[in-house]
């Protein structure tokens, strides 16, 4: 049975709250607390899987609470509850919250809000990994990407478009602005996959907010060095497969989740390179040395690969199911029922298209890549369309 703990000093609240998650008793051991430092007590003593805490409360707020649990209990899924006119100091929550839902908050919502937080836990099932997606706060952010965000941002003849050519070329800053726009917080009516269209929603006020704050973009620093591993190149290898994947026959919103999850779907490995170097070494190392793609190797010595770890990360941030299917899945889209092409489909054949481009490929170390699977393409009908697609891309790319 999963453990939740709400955390909030609204007694009348607090009932409500009580009222509405009665349902969810035969699955969830839910409990109440008022304050954070005693909510801290409460979990150095007994762990939870989430904890879903108020903004203002006495004493210590919700986003220095949230702090604290990330920095002493990574693995615990940490939800924060505000109202619209508090979005200014909810910002702050942003580096450590991994959703953020807006009071009130309805029964409907807030278990929607906890299942996506906790689904793929289910599919990792390895709380080393669990604990080292838990403690990310940031994504890898490279240093020119970062000053040159932060030199435009400053400057106030700046536009949103002039923005926007700088946030798609990151992986970190594209998945913490998704992360953000499609929070409660901002009331959007519908699922928003592009980059573009986020950063016209948040402003540019928010995004200095942001792009300012050393505790959302700081540049990890002090990182192990992994021989045969680039972090330059994953992000070149990226960029390639979010625009193959934008090339590819789709409707509008398939080609929007699908150039988003192209961006992102590789970021299992800045974070295994940052917060598990040693572990990401071995498999890469063996990856070299059987000549085998990499995540075939992550899989036979830590259960699940790179993919996996990426996609819990994305899905406990909130961001669009389809995006967080598309990264958990390019490697194995046979794992999804599928009748048509769709984001999943669309990433796993745009990622072979750009390690075909990717020098030493899928990490510029030697390794060997995947090859397609022709039984798959054939039940989607695309078999005699992959090499067409990859003339296509060649001379897009060049």
Known sequence: MK???????DAEEAKVLRTILAPLADHWEIEFTSEGEGALDRLALSPV??????LQMKGMDGAAFLKAVCARHPGVVRIILSSQNELAEAVR?????????????????????????TSLSKVLGNKMLAGIVGSVKDLPVLPRTYLALRDKLMDPEASSRDVVKIVEQDVGISAKILQLVNSALFGVPR????VSTAVSYLGISIMQNLVLSAEVFRIFE??????????EQVQMHSQLTSRIAGSLPAPANVHNAATVAGMLHDVGKLLMAVKSPKHFARSLSGAREERRPL????????GVSHAEVGAYLLSIWGLPTPVVEAVAHHHRPQRVP??????????????????????????GAELAHQELDPEYLAALGVEDKVEEWGAEADALLK
């Open 3 to 9: 453990r939740l703990l709400f955390v909030g000093n």
């Open 49 to 54: 899987d989430v904890v879903v805490s108020n």
């Open 93 to 117: 929550a942003v580096p450590v919250a991994h959703q953020f839902l807006l009071k009130p908050c309805d029964i409907g919502s807030l278990r929607v809000a906890i299942e996506r937080a």
């Open 191 to 194: 699922e928003i996959s592009s």
């Open 222 to 231: 002090g990182a192990a060095a992994i021989p045969g591993f680039s972090m």
């Open 295 to 302: 995540f075939e190797i992550e899989e036979e010595l830590m």
């Open 338 to 363: 599928q009748d048509h092409l769709d984001a999943v489909g669309i990433v796993y054949i745009a990622n072979y298209l750009a390690n075909r481009h990717t020098a030493g490929g899928e990490s």
